[in-house]
């Protein structure tokens, strides 16, 4: 006999033209390493907009977004034992990943050297069975996939962080964010302000480079200690050679040289946001200080479990504007506008 399956509530892209709109989908029945999440609140992202009008070529349609999950576990399978009914969890970015390989056994299953798996635009390890993210009423995911929020940080406030928080909090503790290191980040949007609350708390000393002066007032709030316009030329001059770490999350095309210039010898600029066109990157930008650029994927689930509870112990959390679920094509385009501080939340109560 077939698996019993729930249908769910949902909102779809059925093309990357048309409007998210109300669409019902099918989960699986929880199986006996299962997780069945009442979604209270989601994210949305940027790459939301990015993969529901297929700008990256690689979208599923019908696409239900949504991978900034936070809600009240509902119902566990007989074998579940790192969750109970009643308790707050969230569900980021990934549902599933090979496990067996190095980078699964290491806690980084963003690099699972067989594909992980998304948690929507993808397919489960069948190969054939689209996912299906948060913009819905429920979601089934195995125990090993999920992490815990915790009591201190609202649910609405917490959704972000599974992408949001995880994709600069990574890179932050790889490169080694701290006291004595001077950081930057460029942009102040989703990620941004969530990269300047971070490193802050983890005692580096941050300096915002957004394209004009307009948020400045909101940087320092979040623990800048400067703020810059990256549209005055005078900006790269001033800055020449000043920072150890840049956190790059800006998702639009930039002079990489510009950027580059503004690391210490031994810096390194870090692109967590995924602008769509290739980036020009010349070999003297690198080659005479030993300059590095790199890139970094979310975080492995130990490691977003850490960052979760380094915010609780911060005190932090996502600048919000929540939403209703009929509001999502508006705020995407008020996202293309920048028009969001600073991240849109999604209350799934009101999807009915």
């Known amino acids: 006999m077939p698996a019993v399956k729930l249908k769910t509530k949902a909102y779809a892209a059925q093309s990357p033209t048309q409007p998210l709109e109300s669409f019902e989908i099918e989960r699986r029945q929880p199986g006996v390493y299962d997780v069945l999440i009442e979604i209270k609140f989601c994210g949305v992202c940027h790459s939301d907009i ?16 949504g991978h900034e999950i936070a809600g009240i576990v509902g119902l566990v399978g007989e074998n579940v034992s790192k969750f109970k009914v009643g308790d707050r ?3 980021g970015c990934l549902v599933n990943s090979c496990r067996t390989c190095d ?24 190969g054939k069975t689209p996912t299906y993210g948060g913009y ?7 125990q090993n996939f999920v992490v815990r929020i915790p009591e201190s940080i609202p649910l609405d406030a917490a959704a972000p962080l599974l992408c949001a928080g995880i994709t600069t909090y990574s890179p932050l503790m790889h490169w080694k964010a701290g006291p004595g290191k001077s950081v930057a980040v460029v942009g102040l949007g989703g990620l941004g302000h969530m990269a300047v609350k971070i490193a802050n ?8 480079l957004s394209q004009s002066l307009r948020k400045k007032t909101d940087a ?51 692109l967590v946001g995924a602008p769509p066109e290739p980036l020009q990157v010349p070999a003297f930008s690198l080659i005479p200080k030993r300059r590095s650029f790199a890139g970094s994927m979310i975080g492995g689930l130990p490691e977003t479990q850490e960052m979760l509870d380094f915010c609780a112990k911060h005190g932090l959390a996502a600048d919000i504007e929540v939403i209703a679920i009929d509001k999502i094509n508006e705020a ?3 996202m293309m ?7 849109f939340v999604i209350d799934l109560a009101t999807l009915t």
Not at 103 to 126: F, M
Not at 136 to 142: A, E, F, I
């Open 50 to 65: 990015h993969q529901a009008r297929d700008e990256w070529g690689n979208a599923i349609f019908p696409m239900v977004p």
């Open 89 to 91: 969890v969230g569900v």
């Open 103 to 126: 980078s699964c056994k290491e806690g980084l299953e963003q690099y699972c050297e067989k594909g992980s798996v998304a948690t929507y635009n993808g397919y489960e390890r069948d």
């Open 136 to 142: 819905s009423k429920q979601v089934v995911v195995d």
């Open 201 to 208: 708390a983890m005692g580096a000393n941050v300096t915002v």
């Open 220 to 270: 320092e709030r979040f623990g800048a200690k400067a703020a810059y316009a990256t549209s005055d030329p005078a900006t790269f001059k001033a800055l020449a050679s000043s920072f150890d770490l840049i956190i790059n999350t800006i998702s639009s095309s930039a002079d990489i040289t510009q950027y580059l210039s503004l690391l210490k010898r031994d810096g390194t600029m870090v």
């Open 332 to 334: 995407y385009d008020r």
């Open 337 to 343: 506008n920048g028009d969001v501080r600073y991240r």
